[in-house]
């Protein structure tokens, strides 16, 4: 028998592996976590029973092994890990991709819209109504009820144009100017934030449009126009826009916001394409960037299937949500925790490295 015999239970110092293994491949048996954490079979048992009135329970019923409910919402023991190993592969990284969905904005202040009860407590004029978020977000509602839809809107550009980005973009863009060749965002917000945080307009890709700029809502002549001039006047408590609708200079339709709304057959791609071209360009000198993916949801599929297409293609992947589950994933590493909070946990594991020794880093 060995005499260095391994430490059982929860001290063991595989324990936080083994429990995460777990929950990733959704599967307590003995064989997977011998393959996963390369261990004897004594070792995984120990470490399997130990899980146990954790994340485990033994159903005496069905004598087997399952995974409890809410196992995921447990604390993520290889948090401290994971910032690390971030850290690392952020200060070994030559270029960078940001691809960021609803929960970058959370962290500036900006309202979540996930589910109907996150929308209408933004704006209790459309919970009265029982409008949800598809409805008022719709080509449709322009049409129906223009200054409702209009009041929507007007009240959201004000409020991006107030809001100032949260600490995270500037941390985020201080690493891409470090970086050799940089970085591009991929975002699916159309608030403006990362080019307000500095990030250059020409390496950001908006798939689902901006609110900064406008179009007919007819599409007529297929021009964009800008929101300079603009300024709302918005009846918050009736969510109503209040003087003249915007209306299109060249045909005196209506106007509406360069957004792709849902089922939306006239929204002006033209720009969106234009940055999309740009950014498949970058990429084809920056072939695996390190992909940071922040806030993007499952419900809105868009910011992950672009993830996932960079990873077949070789690239790493930190993903920061807080609503994933907290799991050790080999190919990526995954942070259940906010936008903000996560970055500024890298950035202090980064702090006294110095980033910018990297070769190949143009003078500059
Ligand atoms: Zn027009």
Redesign the pocket.
């Known amino acids: 028998m060995a005499t260095d015999t391994p430490p059982t239970g929860r001290d063991d110092p595989l324990y936080p592996r083994a429990r995460q293994s777990v929950l990733f491949r959704r599967d307590p048996g003995i064989a997977a976590l011998q393959r996963a954490l390369r261990i004897g079979y004594q070792h995984a048992r120990q470490l399997r029973a130990a899980m146990r009135g954790d994340i485990l329970d033994w159903d005496e019923q069905g004598q087997h092994w399952r995974i409890t409910d809410g196992a995921c919402a447990g604390p993520d023991l290889l948090l401290q890990d994971k910032l690390a190993q971030a850290a690392d592969w952020i200060s070994n990284a030559h270029s960078m991709v940001v691809a960021a969905g609803a929960g970058m904005g959370i962290d500036s202040g900006l309202p979540d819209f996930r589910g109907e009860e996150g929308f209408w407590r933004a704006y209790p004029a459309l919970a009265q109504a029982r409008l949800p978020f598809e409805s008022i977000a719709s080509p449709r509602a322009f049409q129906e009820r223009p200054a409702t839809a209009w009041g929507f809107y007007g009240h959201r550009l004000k409020l991006y144009r107030a809001t100032a980005p949260h600490a995270g973009f500037g941390i985020l863009h201080g690493w891409s100017q470090r970086m050799a060749q940089g970085s591009f965002v991929f975002t699916s917000n159309v608030d403006g934030h990362f080019q307000k945080a500095g990030f250059t307009p020409a390496r950001v890709y908006e798939c689902h449009g901006t609110i900064h700029r406008l179009q ?6 297929g021009s964009l126009w800008g929101t300079a001039g603009l300024r709302p006047q918005v009846d918050e408590a009736s969510c109503q826009w209040q003087g003249p609708l915007p209306l ?6 209506l ?1 509406r916001p360069n957004i792709l709304m849902f089922e939306d057959w006239h929204w002006n791609h033209e720009r969106s394409d234009q940055q999309r071209a740009l950014l498949d360009r970058w990429l084809d000198q920056s072939p695996a960037p390190l992909v940071l993916e922040i806030g993007a949801s499952n419900a809105i599929a868009t910011v992950r299937h672009f993830t996932r297409r960079l990873q077949q293609r070789g690239s790493k992947l930190i993903r920061i949500n807080p609503h994933e589950a907290n799991i050790h994933n080999p190919q990526a590493i995954e942070l259940a925790l906010g936008a903000r909070q996560a970055l500024e946990g890298i950035a202090a594991r980064l702090q006294g490295r110095d980033l910018s020794s990297h070769p190949g880093r143009p003078t500059p």
Do not use: V
């Open positions: 007919c809502s007819a599409n007529c002549t299109c200079p060249h045909c005196g339709a106007a």
